[in-house]
């Protein structure tokens, strides 16, 4: 669910750009529909984690640039941007601290050997930069109508793939917890 209301106003911007054939109406509603999203994080739970921010932030640059010139180059590259600033990100919390930031973000959910932490936290820095790439190779290789479809369907598809692939592995590493067993004795058993 939270990866379908964090891709929420990527969904937006395709639809608008879709129906009105208009990417400067559609780089407005993104704008618009991700200091939204941000604005309902702070009223919600009181804060908001720095990558929702930091996106905010360069889709305000990016978006802003793109509006003023009317040249779209700059918001296709915010998404590059992005992505190589998340893997950087990534990268420079398994130098950092004591945990890879994927160890953070997830160790209240399952538990991890740390070389399974730091392996799983060097796959998303892998994953973030490729997907820089590929967004490069695809505004230079074809047009914007392909562009924002690769912007929906490409990078969702490609996140979900991902993020499949990345629970069959963690389905191999991960600890089961066992029941308590005396909790399964009939009552009265003695042991």
């Known amino acids: 669910m939270k990866l379908l209301f964090d891709f929420l106003p990527v969904v937006l911007f395709f639809a608008v750009y879709k129906i009105y054939n208009d990417f400067y109406l559609a780089t407005g509603v993104i704008i618009i529909a991700t200091a939204a999203q941000v604005g309902w994080m702070w009223w919600r739970h009181g804060k908001v984690e720095r990558m929702p921010l930091i996106t905010l932030a360069l889709l305000v640059v990016f978006g802003g640039i793109t509006l003023i010139l009317q040249d779209e180059i700059f918001l296709k590259w915010k998404v590059s941007v992005v992505n190589w600033l998340f893997g950087l990100v ?3 919390s398994q130098f950092i ?4 930031l994927i160890q953070r973000m997830m160790d209240a959910q399952i538990s991890l050997p740390p070389p399974v932490w730091r392996r799983l936290n060097m796959a998303w820095v892998v994953f973030f930069l490729a997907m ?8 230079y290789q074809f047009d914007t109508d392909t562009w924002v479809d690769f912007k929906l369907y490409g990078l969702l598809g490609l996140t979900l793939v991902f993020v499949v692939a990345q629970g069959f592995y963690l389905a191999r590493h991960m600890d089961v917890i066992e029941p308590d067993s005396s909790s ?3 009552q009265g058993e003695n042991d």
Not at 97 to 100: A, E, L
Not at 132 to 139: A, E, P, Q, S, T
């Open 132 to 139: 820089g790439m590929l967004n490069l190779y695809v505004i």
């Open 90 to 92: 990534f990268l420079g």
């Open 184 to 186: 399964t004795k009939p």
């Open 97 to 100: 601290g004591k945990k890879p």
